[in-house]
């Protein structure tokens, strides 16, 4: 009978050092979600502040988005005439130019379009241009996650990218937004390079509420949750996932990404190269002996980005509370996300998708033109509304 007792006594003693542990563990999980879970997100309210605005303030948001864009200006590469491709080099259907009115800016425009500090970007996009959707797409029909990687300043966007997740449980699809993608600007309220929205709009909308706005109104779809690293922050999450396999044909050379690979193969990149590779658009190959151009176009960067998410995502393991800590120690300085993202959401959607053939997404493409704003910017017009680019889904 004691000895009946001392075994019940010791396995109990076991059960609640089990249940010690995964509460532990739990909180552990909570706790370091909540600290990448951390950053508010109300569309929404955001638009319904920014739409109540005075005409003073309204020209304070003009005068800080386009002091924000002082620094894209600064960029080297935008200074580098290969970083604008000529309209027949891009892929995608073209705007013919000469069904566009109003391609070039009108030197003998009234005066009176210009406001702010002298960006007359304010001015509509050319005819033939699909920039704002006109077709609100039910929000039960998607769950959708707006991507972004900030670049350097913390002001611009340097990779957007919009994941839809259909109701119906089927493969999703991808887009990537061309960060020179003109669209609206519910600070400025004017057409803008739509990398600008993620320096935000103090006040009335934090980067990823405006941000999120602006792609709504040219998608049609809500955005429903954000994910937005910066560059250090892509590099530790790279290397605190072990780094991510990348393969290259020839030497790769990219001196304003900081591409430098010298042998043709396979390799287990590290954050440092897997971020040069996801930046680079003016890439050379050495090909039997000579220097050839390899891509110079954010089409191609757009894929880049696209095959390192999708690689990514599939490294991510989360079959049992060991999985979860780690992942959450990797993540915790390097990802942050929408506090509209509770921790059984997320551990929902990451086992749901855990094991999902990369090859299986849908990569959509927005077709573009090349066009010069007003502003003397060189910026891309969509050449198709959005429903046309969901068509090919």
Excluded at 10 to 30: D, E, F, K
Excluded at 69 to 94: F, I, Y
Excluded at 223 to 246: P, R, S, T
Excluded at 375 to 388: D, H, I, K, R
Aim: glycine share 8%; net charge negative.
């Amino acid at each position: 009978m004691k000895r009946r007792k001392r075994q019940r006594r010791i396995w109990i003693g076991i059960g609640a050092l089990v249940l010690a542990l995964l509460t532990l563990a739990g909180w552990r999980v909570y706790g370091g979600f909540k600290e990448i879970a951390d950053q508010p997100f109300a569309p929404d309210e955001a638009g319904a502040a920014l739409e109540e605005r005075t005409p003073e303030q309204v020209e304070e948001g003009r005068q800080e988005i386009e002091a924000q864009e002082k620094q894209n200006a600064d960029r080297p590469e935008e200074k580098t005439p290969e970083a604008v491709p000529q309209l027949e080099d891009r892929e995608g259907a073209e705007l013919d130019p000469e069904s566009v009115e109003g391609v070039e800016p009108d030197p003998e425009a009234d005066e009176e379009v210009t406001r702010g500090s002298g960006q007359d970007e304010m001015s509509e996009p050319p005819p033939g241009a699909h920039a704002r959707s006109s077709v609100k797409v039910p929000d039960a029909k998607y769950d959708s996650v707006l991507l972004m990687g900030a670049d350097a300043s913390g002001y611009l966007a340097d990779a957007i990218l919009f994941a839809l997740f259909p109701e119906n449980g089927s493969a999703p699809a991808l887009v990537s937004i061309p960060r020179d993608l003109y669209l609206y600007n519910f600070c400025s309220e004017d057409f803008r390079r739509v990398n600008a929205n993620l320096g935000g709009c103090t006040g009335f909308a934090n980067g990823p509420e405006l941000l999120a706005l602006a792609i709504e109104d040219f998608t049609g779809i809500a955005v429903d949750h954000f994910a937005k690293v910066d560059f250090d922050g892509f590099v530790e999450l790279v290397d605190g996932l072990g780094g991510i396999e990348i393969c290259f044909d020839f030497p790769t050379y990219d001196e304003k990404a900081h591409l430098d690979i010298t042998e043709p193969g396979c390799r287990m990149a590290n954050g440092a190269t897997a971020l040069a590779y996801a930046r680079s658009r003016n890439a050379r190959q050495l090909v039997d002996g000579e220097w050839q151009r390899a891509w110079s176009s954010d089409f191609t960067r757009q894929a880049h980005q696209q095959e390192l998410l999708l690689t990514l995502a599939g490294q991510l393991r989360l079959n049992s509370p060991a999985d979860l800590l780690s992942t959450m120690d990797s993540l915790s300085h390097t990802l942050r996300l929408d506090k509209g993202w509770s921790v059984a959401q997320a551990v929902d959607w990451a086992v749901r998708y855990q094991d999902l053939d990369p090859s299986s997404v849908s990569r959509l493409t927005i077709p573009v033109a090349d066009y010069t704003a007003p502003s003397g910017a060189q910026v891309l017009v969509p050449t198709a509304s959005f429903g046309e680019v969901l068509s090919n889904w």
